[in-house]
């Protein structure tokens, strides 16, 4: 097994950010259950509560004034994004935990597990957000849709806070950073039947077929502590789209 060096806490670090930005909303969220404030109120709150979230780490002073500036400017884009998310439905559960059980062609069970940013609730059914502080648009949302579509798996199979079998109606990439928008997109459950199906032949081919991961060719390390380990070389001449399989060989004596 392999586990991840833990470094020193860097405020420079867009993950730490990230980390701040959800719980600034998981707070303002969660204090605006019953009625979501006027423009002038709603702001003042977020302010306050970035005040303090950011005094609880005991973050630099400039890093502090650079930040407060760049949220407040994102203010204006995060309430209208909000006011839009509560005409569809109601918050309903945040930082939800909830797990993905898959049994795969060998017989064994795959467990996913994970938690869910926001969950809300209308009428017709749940809706799913995940919160992103880096560039949101279709195709973000075409890439993290895997996630976003196992989340919605956990919910409707009941595993999420031990509620029965929910309908997912809805999916979204909630952006938090200098492009503040939202990208949504509708779901039923013959999508996400179909998505089930095709993670679980992923799973098999991967897992009881012994088919090699395929490697990320990208230098790009930030959010995952192990891609550095990725050996892409070695796979390059090898379509990402091909299924390779790996066969046992015996051991010849020279």
């Known amino acids: 097994k392999l586990n991840k060096i833990e470094a020193r806490l860097n405020f420079d670090d867009p993950r730490f950010r990230g980390i701040l930005m959800h719980k600034i909303m998981e707070s303002f969220v969660k204090s605006t259950l019953e009625d979501l404030p006027n423009d002038s ?3 003042a709150l977020l302010i306050q509560i970035f005040d303090n979230i ?4 005991f973050i630099p002073s400039d890093f502090i004034s650079f930040w407060k500036k760049k949220f407040e400017h994102r203010i204006p884009h995060i309430l209208q994004g909000e006011k839009i998310r509560r005409a569809r439905a109601n918050p309903f559960a945040q930082e939800a935990f909830g797990k993905l059980v898959l049994r795969l062609a060998d017989g064994d069970d795959f467990v996913i597990s994970g938690r869910i940013d926001r969950i809300d609730i209308s009428s017709d059914g ?50 938090l950073g ?20 095709a993670l679980r032949k992923y799973l098999d081919n991967l897992i009881c077929h012994n088919s090699p991961f395929v490697a990320e060719a990208t230098d790009q390390l930030a959010g995952n502590d192990y891609k550095h380990l990725s050996r892409y070389g070695e796979w390059s001449a090898v379509s990402r789209y091909q299924e390779v399989i790996l066969e046992k060989k015996r051991r010849t004596k020279d």
């Open 178 to 197: 200098g492009d503040a928008k939202e990208i949504t997109n509708l779901i039923n459950k013959k999508d996400l039947k179909t998505r089930y199906t």
């Open 126 to 175: 749940f809706w799913i957000y995940d919160y992103k502080t880096g560039v949101v648009s279709r195709e973000n949302l075409a890439k993290c849709s895997p996630q976003l579509d196992v989340e919605a798996m956990m919910l409707q199979s009941g595993s999420v806070l031990g509620l029965d079998k929910s309908e997912v109606i809805g999916l979204s990439l909630v952006g």
């Open 41 to 43: 109120n709603s702001r």
């Open 54 to 57: 950011v005094e609880k780490h």
